[in-house]
Every structure is written in structure tokens, then in C-alpha cells.
T-cell receptor, first 113, second 112 residues
């Protein structure tokens, strides 16, 4: 089955700096790659996703890039703010939908003042 | 619009006890699923359903049963709880075609 690796496990940045989280996946048939943000005591929430026919997608301060050849994708957060502090998960699935997502192990992002 | 509702929020069981974790969604989603979240292991799929009357196993199904008698509800049953089932359980749902997965706020289960 699919295996998703995520790095780093923890990341501390100063407010205003950029943060980058990287994931690799094993199954070349995977074609849907969402990113979720989880705040303390809550369920994960989708923040951005990308499909395999697109190389990059941006939404305000958040962007995701996908390299299908290398089988890796990354989350970029620019101008970080304290409210960006949370655990971020990458995931992958086949079929272009959220069905049967395989998740990475998570990155705890801490934005310090 | 309540979204995905999970009950209870917290539960403590003794080894060997049984219980049912409840999940309900009001978005008319065909797809529903259960994940468990353990430290350092991300979220792992337990069981999923693509519609009423249809269920299938995910990555870690042992020790859990599910059924889907209605579109709205997808309960997760632990028949004989074990300490290894101590975890946070999340229910999630979506439309089958290209929609994001919506998560509930989780049930924290401790088995002693």
C-alpha cells in the first residue's frame, strides 16, 4: 500500500519567516495530495490540496508544490503568524478523491514572536 | 450546519469491555471513515464506507467492527477493548467525487 513520509517532525520559526514541510510518497498511482492543519483538541481541517495534473497551487500565504517524478510534495507558508502554530499533516490517495487517504506522521509548527 | 459529530468526547474503558463510538454527519456525504491517531504515527484508516450497506477495511481494522445502515451514521464498535486501542479516534466524511474530507473533533479513548 501507500506510504507517506513527512519531515521535519517539529519546526520552530520566528513570526514573519517562512516555513516549509516536505512529504514523500511511495505509490506512483497516487494523484491527490491534501494538507491538513490540526489545532489542539480539534479534528484536522483541510487547508490546501493539489492534484497530479498541477505542479503548484497557491492560496494567499500558503502554497503547495508537487514533483511527480521524484514523488514528493511540499507545503510552504510565508509570513508566518502565531495562529499558524499547529500540527500539519500531508496525505496521499489514488482516484483523485479524499477516499482512503494515507497520512504522514505530522509536523508540529511553532511560530514564535 | 453541524458537520461531523462524534460522541462521546472522552471515554475510559477496562480491558475486555465493549463500547460503540458514535459518528453522524448532516452533509449527505456518501463516504464515511474512521481513523485512529497515535503519537508519532499520524492518522491510520480503520474502516470506511462508500454508502449505506457498504463497508470495507482500512489499514488497521483488527478489533473494530462497523456498519452503515443509514447515510448519516457510521458507528465504530470495540467488542473487547485492549490497552493497544488507547488512542484518539476521528470520524471523517466527504462526497465521493473530489471533495475534501471533513473531520469530527475526535473521541479520546483510554483502555486500562
Amino acid at each position: 500500500g501507500e506510504n507517506v513520509e513527512q519531515h521535519p517532525s517539529t519546526l520552530s520559526v520566528q513570526e514573519g519567516d517562512s516555513a516549509v514541510i516536505k512529504c514523500t510518497y511511495s505509490d506512483s498511482a497516487s494523484n491527490y495530495f491534501p494538507w491538513y492543519k490540526q489545532e489542539l483538541g480539534k479534528g484536522p481541517q483541510l487547508i490546501i490540496d493539489i492534484r497530479s495534473n498541477v505542479g503548484e497551487k497557491k492560496d494567499q500565504r500558503i502554497a503547495v508544490t508537487l514533483n511527480k517524478t521524484a514523488k514528493h510534495f511540499s507545503l510552504h507558508i510565508t509570513e508566518t503568524q502565531p495562529e499558524d502554530s499547529a500540527v500539519y499533516f500531508c496525505a496521499a490517495s489514488m482516484g483523485g478523491t479524499a477516499s482512503k487517504l494515507t497520512f504522514g506522521t505530522g509536523t508540529r509548527l511553532q511560530v514564535t514572536l | 450546519n453541524a458537520g461531523v459529530t462524534q460522541t462521546p468526547k472522552f471515554q475510559v474503558l477496562k480491558t475486555g469491555q465493549s463500547m460503540t463510538l458514535q459518528c453522524a454527519q448532516d452533509m449527505n456525504h456518501e463516504y464515511m471513515s474512521w481513523y485512529r491517531q497515535d503519537p508519532g504515527m499520524g492518522l491510520r484508516l480503520i474502516h470506511y464506507s462508500v454508502g449505506a450497506g457498504i463497508t470495507d477495511q482500512g489499514e488497521v481494522p483488527n478489533g473494530y467492527n462497523v456498519s452503515r445502515s443509514t447515510t448519516e451514521d457510521f458507528p465504530l464498535r470495540l467488542l473487547s477493548a485492549a490497552p493497544s486501542q488507547t488512542s484518539v479516534y476521528f470520524c471523517a466524511s466527504s462526497f465521493l467525487k473530489g471533495e475534501p474530507l471533513h473531520f469530527g473533533n475526535g473521541t479520546r479513548l483510554t483502555v486500562t
